[in-house]
């Protein structure tokens, strides 16, 4: 059976599987979703600021009945937000949002603003007084590891070169139709653990004839396929779903492997 965690750059055990909550709003779906996440084995929640859950996902896990440090919670600096101050701010925000007084892993969300043109660099000036926040909040001990999302080489190059910390996270979208190889050669260059988000490319691989004949093979859905390909990749995945039975199915799939000639032919 394949290890159920991953270690990252300094130490810290990362659950194999996050429970993404991305478009789950808050209130009772995200509540009843976590909850039955939690219930099913995962120990793992991502949420953000952006997402705009953070007070039902912490509800969630504290009425789970699960320790503290049982589960993993990962949250995100917003992409609007940027700078020193403004990323320690926030951060307290979360905290308070979700309930608890320390935070496992937390991500500049994105190296520029949604929407906004260009290719983000221009912002780095202010993602790297972010990452400055970081550090001292990881240096107190709120936070036991930090990260970015949705960072390309060229902005962890840049990011890197003028802070003291490497990143312990990329999370990036990754799946077997879409592998931004540049970007993964440099985290694993640098030993920055890949999260991967929308690993079933936010459903449209799951109708894939060529993926559903593989994992028909191995008695499997597409989405367990790709999840495990996630897996045996070195990729951390983050599938995300409000029904139970997919909530299961997602989290089944420690018990098979891929053929390295499978793990070829998915990409």
């Excluded at 993404?20 to 209130?27: A, D, E, F, S």
């Excluded at 077997?176 to 540049?182: A, K, M």
Aim: net charge negative.
């Amino acid at each position: 059976m394949m290890q159920q965690h991953f270690k990252m750059k300094n130490d810290v055990k990362i659950p194999a599987i996050g429970f993404g909550t991305w478009q789950i709003p808050n209130g009772d779906i995200a509540y009843d979703s976590v909850l039955f996440a939690l219930a099913t084995g995962y120990r793992h929640i991502d949420t953000a600021m952006a997402y705009r859950n953070e007070e039902s996902v912490g509800q969630a896990i504290k009425d789970s009945g699960l320790r503290r440090e049982e589960v993993f919670i990962t949250t995100k600096l917003p992409a609007e937000i940027k700078g020193f101050d403004e990323a320690k701010k926030a951060f307290e925000s979360s905290l308070k949002r979700l309930g608890i007084d320390y935070i496992d892993l937390y991500l500049i969300h994105a190296p520029k603003p949604w929407g906004t043109g260009g290719d983000g660099m221009n912002y780095m000036p202010q993602n790297i007084a972010s990452w400055k926040a970081f550090e001292e909040l990881y240096e107190e001990g709120k936070i036991r590891s930090i990260g970015v999302s949705n960072f390309t080489n060229h902005h962890l190059k840049a990011l890197i070169d003028q802070t003291r910390i490497v990143p312990m996270a990329n999370q990036i979208l990754v799946n077997p139709g879409h592998i931004p190889q540049d970007t993964l050669d440099f985290c694993e260059k640098n030993d920055i653990l890949i999260e991967a988000y929308s690993p079933l490319a936010t459903g449209r691989l799951i109708g894939n004839e060529r993926l559903g004949e593989i994992a028909t093979r191995y008695g499997k859905s597409v989405a367990q396929l790709c999840i495990r390909w996630s897996l045996q990749k070195g990729f951390l995945p983050l599938p995300k779903s409000v029904t139970k039975e997919r909530i299961l199915e997602n989290f089944n799939v420690f018990d098979f492997e891929i053929s390295k000639d499978d793990m070829k032919e998915i990409g």
